[in-house]
């Protein structure tokens, strides 16, 4: 059976990891410029000034993307970059390189997917208090709207969010991420709410403004595989990963997921919460809750569980010396069987694997080339098990590996590199690594080769 015949072979990326030019053509700074500038916030002080020169190189980087033969490109675009101050003046130089972007991905045969918001905030709105200030669904709706008006005739297929338990969670709860600004429960809660809000928003404008548009949302959020195939090993998996109390906030799935597909936050989450809770107008989740073409979601890895027998679950621990990648993440393959099946039980939408990918110690060898290994046998473990739940009826439609190619990995700069392609950071030469051959073909058998 393998794969359907039109499953969507993708690979991405995100515009602060990967354009640089952040000084250039009158783009407005982001939390992430800024952030990056603070004594010790990212590894040896690496920015995400010159990055991989995207911004300059696109036209290169896109007929690589022509040779790998991916179908899809999800990408996503610098609010600050066309709107500088975050809302009102469009900054026409940099508009104009998204429509160059889409232009020569189309060119290409390469259908753009474009998400929205991937974590670089306009330092302008973050100081009008950013997500904690109730216009800041609006502000968003209005970014959104200059977007399906200037970019929908060549872009119709985006995503919202990419990964709220991160921007906020890590931004605002954790240090890891901009602005690093922690703060109380009950302004996260309220932050998430009017992200929530933005994501409603945006949904209903993209719809408005461009006739059969597609759009999706990508979160991710920690989850749970079964130790074994018992049921009640499986039940026990299925509840840890949409349980929403105390402990799974704000990094888990149900809290960013149940609003957006079933229209309510979870209830052990409320009850959890309810010291907490922003108050939730008449209309707010009906807004949120509008109908996605597609559920995202970024998987990595997730931790076994087992039933503790009496209707719970227990962390199984994983064996000692268990495989993982460059940047310490378990190898679990399982999860890409798992997750999207419970996902797709519990929300009934089409499953888009929006980032699934491993960071690798590669470098250029004698040869000048780049040996992989690991990173082929991650992708081939992974993709088997997306094709059985394929197969048994989860209804998966793409898979956008991460990344196209090396880049600026946030707080630990350019010390881990995730891509298909290698990047040398000091001449800017792409050398595509083995992994890049190797997912040409498996995108060209359509899965047989796995
Ligand atoms: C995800 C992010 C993405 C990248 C990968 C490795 O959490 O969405 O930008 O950093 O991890």
Redesign the pocket.
């Known amino acids: 059976m393998g794969f359907p015949k039109d499953f969507i072979w993708g690979a991405a990326t995100?515009s602060y990891?990967i354009e640089g030019a952040a000084y250039e053509d009158g783009k407005g700074l982001s939390i992430w410029d800024v952030f990056c500038r603070r004594p010790g916030a990212v590894f040896e002080g690496h920015t995400g000034d010159v990055a991989c020169d995207h911004y300059h190189r696109f036209r290169e980087d896109v007929a690589l993307m022509k040779e790998l033969g991916i179908k899809a490109y999800r990408f996503s675009i610098s609010w600050p970059r066309i709107l500088p101050e975050g809302t009102g003046r469009i900054n026409e130089k940099g508009m104009k390189f998204y429509e160059e972007l889409a232009e020569e991905l189309l060119q290409a045969g390469i259908t753009p997917y474009a998400t929205l918001f991937?974590?670089d905030y306009p330092y302008a709105l973050y100081k009008r208090g950013g997500w904690l200030n109730p216009e800041s669904p609006i502000w968003f709706e209005e970014y959104v709207r200059i977007v399906a008006e200037r970019l929908g005739d060549k872009i119709h297929h985006f995503f919202t969010f990419?990964?709220p338990q991160?921007f906020i969670g890590m931004g605002f709860n954790g240090k890891e991420h901009a602005p690093n600004l922690p703060c109380s429960n009950q302004d996260l809660l309220q932050m998430a709410h009017n992200v929530l809000l933005a994501h409603g928003r945006a949904v209903k404008i993209l719809r408005d403004t461009i006739p059969h548009c597609m759009v999706g949302y990508a979160p991710?959020g920690s989850s749970f595989y079964p130790a074994t195939e018992k049921p009640e090993d499986i039940e026990a998996a299925r509840l840890a990963t949409f349980s929403a109390g105390k402990e799974s906030w704000p990094g888990g799935i149900p809290w960013w997921s149940d609003p957006v597909l079933l229209g309510q936050y979870p209830e052990d989450g409320l009850k959890a919460m309810k010291e907490d809770m922003p108050s939730i107008a008449p209309g707010d989740m009906e807004l949120i809750a509008q109908p996605l073409d597609f559920y995202g979601q970024?998987i990595?890895n997730s931790r076994p569980v087992e039933s503790d027998g009496n209707g719970s679950w227990r962390l199984v621990p994983l064996p000692a010396g268990y495989p993982r990648t460059a940047?310490d993440w378990p190898i679990t393959p399982e999860c890409l069987y798992w997750l999207p099946k419970f996902l797709y039980e519990r929300y009934k939408t089409p499953i888009l694997i929006t980032?699934n990918?491993m960071?690798c110690h590669d470098a250029v060898s004698l040869d000048g080339k780049v040996h992989d290994p690991n990173r082929i046998d991650f992708l081939h473990r992974y993709l088997r098990n997306l094709r059985r739940a394929s197969e048994e009826g989860v209804k998966v439609c793409g898979y956008f590996q991460?990344?196209f190619m090396d880049n600026f990995?946030?707080c630990r700069g350019y010390d881990?590199r995730?891509g298909m392609v290698y990047v040398d950071y000091t001449t800017q030469k792409r050398t595509p690594k083995d992994s890049f051959y190797d997912y040409r073909e498996i995108i060209r058998s359509n899965g047989e080769s796995l």
């Open positions: 995100a990891q991937h974590w990419n990964e991160c991710t970024n990595y940047i980032e990918g960071s991460w990344s990995e946030w881990e995730f």
